[in-house]
C-alpha cells in the first residue's frame, strides 16, 4: 500500500462518510476531556485543533458558559463539510504549525491529531506561545502511543505516511518542556487488549 498523507486521508474520510464513525468512536474519550476541562470555566473561549466536521465545536458551543468556539483543521474537505452543517461557529482551513487565531484563547482542545505531525513538540510550543492565553490550557487525547500496543499497526493499516509513536512519558515531557506547568495524563476507556484513549494537559 502506498503511504499518503494524513490530510488526503482525512479528506476522504470526509467524502466518504467514515469521519461519522471518528466522531462515534471517540465520543466517551471526548465527553470525559470535555467535562474535565470545562469543569468551573466561566465565559471561555474553545479552539479545537484538527477539527475534522466540527462535530467537538459544535457540541462545545451549546454549553452555557462558551463564548465562542473555532475548529481548525488541514483538510479543505473536513473544513467544508463542518461549515455545511454549522452555520453558527467559525472554521478554518489551515496548517496547523503557521496558523494563529485573531485572539488568544481559554481552552485549545485535541483529539487524534497531535501524532500525524513529525515533530509533535514543536505544534505543542506553537500552541502554547501564540494560541493560549495565560492560565489557559491545552488537552489532547491519542490513540496512537507506545503503551496501546494494539494501535501499532495503524500507519500500515491506514497507509498514512506520518505518524509519530511515543510514550506517555515522553508525551507529558514535550508539555513540560515548552513551558507548561500543572501536566497530567491519564488514560479513559481502557477495553480488553486496548489501554485506552491517552489525554495529556497542562495550564499555560
Known sequence: MNKRSPIDVFSDWAINGKDIGMEKNHQFSVNEMIKFSTNKLKDYTFLDAGCGNGWVVRKISKLKNCKEAIGVDGSKKMIEKAKSIDKKNKY??????????????????????????????????????????????????????????ASHTWPKDCGISIMSLFSEREWRDFFIEVGFKKVNSWKVDNKSNWTGTLIVTGIK
Do not use: A, Q
Open 92 to 149: 478554518y482551513c489551515e496548517n496547523l504549525l503557521n496558523w494563529k487565531p485573531k485572539t488568544k484563547v481559554n481552552l485549545v482542545h485535541s483529539m487524534e491529531v497531535f501524532y500525524y505531525f513529525e515533530n509533535p513538540k514543536e505544534l505543542i510550543k506553537h500552541i502554547y506561545l501564540s494560541w493560549l492565553n495565560k492560565k489557559s490550557r491545552l488537552i489532547i487525547g491519542l490513540d496512537y502511543y507506545y503503551e496501546n500496543k
